[in-house]
């Protein structure tokens, strides 16, 4: 008989893909995947169910998570939060993205939504594609990419798109990973707050509104997406196993 999940995630869902896993560790929960050369995988907790993606979660509410990663992640993204679940790999279906959270993305992943935030690595991110601002800006999209190629047009114009995109990020260490640390995601109407050990790291109002999903996931895929148009969505083989170990969360909803 296998050993049951710690108390905290009894109202969590596990999903295991490729050779993610989900499973007991001695400081609480460990999400993992294994080696593999080609396919997704992926372990993650979720407060919603991935096939129906009904969420629940509104502001304002506040997430606790004490967590860290026993090695460097070589690979793919990993991270919690909140978010819409857009896409997955292997799903069909997409939506514009919507999410507030902590999250690390290994090379390639480059998501560079802010200007002097690095794409890749550690950090603290808010974005939100449903914003009409965003929207307005659509038909405009291919000469804007030619235009942020030009580094001193980037820099002048780009802020714009980053508040219509309702991007906000602060970078982070990444080897605040390695070491066990608190994260505190407090989701308001009208702003968040992130911290680290109970130390404000960012406060922003570009916050989404719309209902969310809580996440906490590991797993070897890696996006591409800057102001220049670069896109790119894949997959790494993972050669060595990577992991995250959850020691608690708290989900606190004020109503």
Do not use: C
């Amino acid at each position: 008989m296998s050993n049951p999940l710690p108390a905290f995630s009894k109202n969590l869902l596990s999903t295991e893909i490729g050779t993610g896993r989900v499973s007991p560790h001695a400081a609480g929960l460990e999400l993992a995947i294994s080696p593999a050369q080609r396919g997704y995988s992926d372990a993650q907790l979720t407060d919603y169910d991935p096939t129906s993606q009904a969420f629940s979660l509104r502001p304002p509410v506040t997430m606790r998570i004490t967590a860290y990663s026993p090695d460097p992640l070589a690979v793919g993204t990993a991270g919690f939060g909140f978010w819409n679940h857009p896409f997955q790999p292997g799903q069909r279906g997409f939506r514009l993205p919507q999410a507030l959270w902590f999250f690390f993305g290994a090379p390639p992943n480059n998501m560079a939504l802010a200007l002097d935030v690095p794409g890749g690595g550690f950090k603290t991110a808010t974005f939100n594609a449903r914003r009409w601002q965003f929207l307005a800006m659509l038909p405009l999209a291919l000469p804007g990419f030619l235009l942020m190629r030009i580094p001193a047009l980037y820099r002048a114009l780009w802020p714009m798109g980053q508040r219509a995109l309702g991007v906000s990020e602060a970078a982070l260490d990444s080897h605040l990973l390695q070491e066990k640390h608190t994260y505190t995601l407090d989701w308001q109407p009208d702003h968040a707050t992130f911290r680290v050990d109970d130390r404000v790291i960012m406060q922003t109002k570009r916050a989404p509104t719309q209902p969310l999903g809580f996440i906490a996931w590991v797993d070897n895929q890696y996006a591409i997406v800057t102001p220049q148009g670069h896109f790119d969505f894949g997959i790494t083989p993972i050669h060595n196993q990577q992991s995250l170990i959850i020691e608690h969360i708290d989900l606190q909803k004020s109503r």
